[in-house]
């Protein structure tokens, strides 16, 4: 990983493009521990309580959310497309289940106390500020049941940028 730290204004990118379009691996736990990665296409970048940060959303059923609950840090590490792939595979299949690494060739590394991989282009290391339960009953009925018909909630995750890597 040749990635040099940068502050996160220096990034030019598209957040809809990154988030939406291109996905990225949201993982938590560490080397040392065991750590899991899931494929996001949701959440935001921006400016809270006067620090960088962003929001990102587990389900309570996916392997991730008990990394998630246990450390206080987590990556963020956005890909170039040839990578899609492997971050396919990461979005639809359970850590639970195989070895994400071993099925993808991606290769772990350690970074601001949290886990990457060689192959990101960029990658955000964050410190958990705030997390809390999205209420299905508490959103328009078109989006509860489009997103949450019968599937479990998202827990939302409002992370500081503690190091930007590009």
Known sequence: MSLIQVAPEAWVGNPFEAVG???FLLTAGTKEQGFNTMTCSWGQMGVLWNKPS????VRH????FGFMEAQDTFTLSFFAQTQRKALAFCGSHSGRDCDKIAETGLHPVKIGGGVSFEEAKM???CKK???ADIDPKALPQEIASAFYAGDAAHRLYIGEI???YM
Request: glycine letters at 4%; charged letters at 15%.
């Open 21 to 23: 379009k291109d996905w």
């Open 54 to 57: 962003v929001t990102c959303y």
């Open 61 to 64: 059923s996916r392997h991730t």
């Open 123 to 125: 990658v955000m290391v």
């Open 129 to 131: 500020q705030f997390s």
């Open 162 to 164: 503690l190091g930007m």
